[in-house]
């Protein structure tokens, strides 16, 4: 059986981690354990270690395991989203709580605490957690929770996880980071002082752009336990399918991320030198604002890259228009290359003079670098640029 020790690399914990071949079969991959309820020995007298799906499925408890692995973490739960992972983070507070949120998150986080949250008594301070003297003024007397991202969407902004939770410490307030854009082979919160990490695995995790996923990884026992019952309650649960799913992905996680930030990388330094290109944002360009932190908190920099445009947004419409291997779609970190316009889809709901203040012009564009040959990538770019 395979353990989640620490002294075993990355790829290691995520073909292994939290699997082991199945002990009445010896099939190698975990089974799809696909089953709403287990029988038992006498009324209340369980076989193993399950009674209903619900509460907790094998399948599911091999993926919880691995991700807690990859995270460095003690415990996993998953969820049937990354917004459903995000609101069960949420229903740890109470009416008159407070959290500081970073200014430049998910478009669906910030409806959830805004539109959701706030009218069950729980106040939501924006922040530019880039600005550590201004989060620390932030902070009220009822803050119980930060809610950091980063790299920030679209704009790729890098928070100091460390720095934010140094502030936190002895405040009573929990730290948050949703890790979705950097995935647990570049960056492991819990490990700069984060309580709780938060995933999409719709994204990089489950990276084939086929399910819809959630995941929250703690280390605190008593957290894990509260997590825990509010699954259970809500039931915001995923599939079994889809846990199987994400058992798939992870093995092949640290080579899809090797890939994606390579491409990347090339593709950044390609557009920089382009003429039709005012400016590039990639945090492993020393050009970044925040890339010395970029470099100190995370091992490589990502498959996204932001890009400005020279000219208007018909400019811009026409790059989306003539692409042919980026696909024009929301969404990311899948192996194909995605390419989207913020202002007009992903961010529309965000409010025009909070876009300015945010960066998010209509002339910027941002890519997912898929795992495709990079010299396709950039020949699509460049035809759609000409
Ligand atoms: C997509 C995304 C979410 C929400 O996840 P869903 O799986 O779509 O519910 C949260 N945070 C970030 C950074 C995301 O990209």
Not at 176 to 187: C, E, G, R, S, Y
Not at 212 to 217: D, H, M, Q, S, T
Request: proline residues 4%; glycine residues 8%; contains cysteine.
């Amino acid at each position: 059986m395979s353990t989640s020790s620490h002294s075993q690399g990355f790829g290691t914990k995520a073909i292994h981690a939290g699997q082991r071949p199945d002990p009445s079969t010896g099939a190698i991959m975990t089974p799809i354990y696909q089953t709403s309820t287990f029988v038992q020995q006498s009324p209340g007298k369980i076989i193993g270690e399950y009674d209903y799906s619900r509460a907790a499925n094998p399948t599911r408890t091999a993926i919880e395991a691995n991700l807690a692995a990859l995270e460095g973490g003690k415990h996993g739960l998953c969820y049937s989203s990354g917004v459903a992972a995000t609101g069960a983070v949420l229903h740890t507070l109470s009416a008159g709580d407070n959290v500081l949120l970073c200014d430049d998150v998910y478009g669906g986080t910030n409806r959830l605490f805004h539109r959701i949250f706030a009218q069950l008594g729980i106040e939501t301070t924006l922040v530019d957690m880039t600005d550590l003297d201004a989060t620390r003024a932030a902070f009220r007397d009822n803050t119980k929770l930060l809610w950091i991202e980063t790299p920030t969407n679209p704009t790729l902004k890098i928070i100091d996880i460390a720095a934010v939770c140094e502030l936190a410490k002895g405040t009573g307030a929990r730290v948050a980071v949703d890790n979705t854009f950097a995935t647990p082979f570049l960056q492991n919160p819990l490990s700069l002082g984060a309580d709780i990490v938060c995933h999409s695995t719709t994204k990089y995790i489950g990276g084939h752009s086929d399910a819809i996923g959630g995941a929250l990884i703690v280390n605190d026992d008593e957290l894990h336990q509260q997590l825990k019952f509010i699954q259970l309650s809500e039931g915001a649960v995923p599939g079994i399918f889809e846990c199987f799913l994400l058992l798939r992905s992870t093995k092949t996680l640290h080579v899809r991320m090797e890939r994606h930030c390579a491409n990347a990388r090339r593709v950044a330094e390609h557009l920089i030198e382009h003429p039709a290109v005012e400016r590039v944002v990639y945090p492993g360009l020393e050009s970044h604002p925040q890339h010395a932190i970029a470099k100190k908190q995370m091992r490589d920099f990502g498959g996204m890259v932001t890009i400005y445009l020279k000219g208007d947004i018909e400019r811009a419409r026409t790059m989306l228009e003539r692409v042919h291997l980026f696909g024009l779609a929301e969404s990311l970190g899948g192996v194909e290359s995605l390419i989207e316009h913020p202002a007009i889809m992903t961010h529309a709901s965000v409010p025009p003079e909070q876009r300015a203040k945010l960066g998010i012009s209509d002339s910027l564009v941002r890519l997912s670098v898929g795992i495709e040959n990079v010299d396709d990538l950039i020949a699509d770019l460049d035809q759609a640029l000409a």
